[in-house]
Nanobody
Framework: QVQLVESGGGLVQAGGSLRLSCTAS????????VGWHRQAPGKQRELVAT???????SYGDSVKGRFTISRDNRKNTIYLQMDSLKPEDTAVYLC?????????????WGQGTQVTVSS
């Protein structure tokens, strides 16, 4: 069973920065895509950023230019550097790891870490 453990969340003022980490219980190189999603109260889960094994990254429109995703395969860890934070970034941030399959992908989720941005 794959486990993903997030850390680094907290309370920060608008304009500040946080760095989230997600450490996997297995080598992350076995996953085709790893990334971060977020969910705010009363809202649908939203894609924040992903990084593929070949290094290609993808970002949600609301975070482009402010957030940076990276992965360290040696440490089995995925990072999310969040700069210029806004109150609307407040959410639970969830780490995700996915293996692409022919029919149904293998999808794994962490428990989440709370990020709160005060105005």
């Amino acid at each position: 069973q794959v486990q993903l453990v997030e850390s680094g969340g907290g309370l920060v003022q608008a304009g500040g920065s946080l760095r989230l980490s997600c450490t996997a219980s297995t080598t992350i190189f076995t996953f085709d895509v790893v990334g971060w999603h977020r969910q705010a109260p009363g809202k649908q889960r939203e894609l924040v950023a992903t990084v593929r094994n070949d290094g290609r990254t993808s970002y949600g429109d609301s975070v482009k230019g402010r957030f940076t995703i990276s992965r360290d395969n040696r440490k089995n860890t995925i990072y999310l550097q969040m700069d210029s934070l806004k109150p609307e970034d407040t959410a639970v941030y969830l780490c995700n790891a996915r293996r692409v399959k022919a029919i149904v992908d293998d999808n794994y989720w962490g428990q989440g870490t709370q990020v709160t941005v005060s105005s």
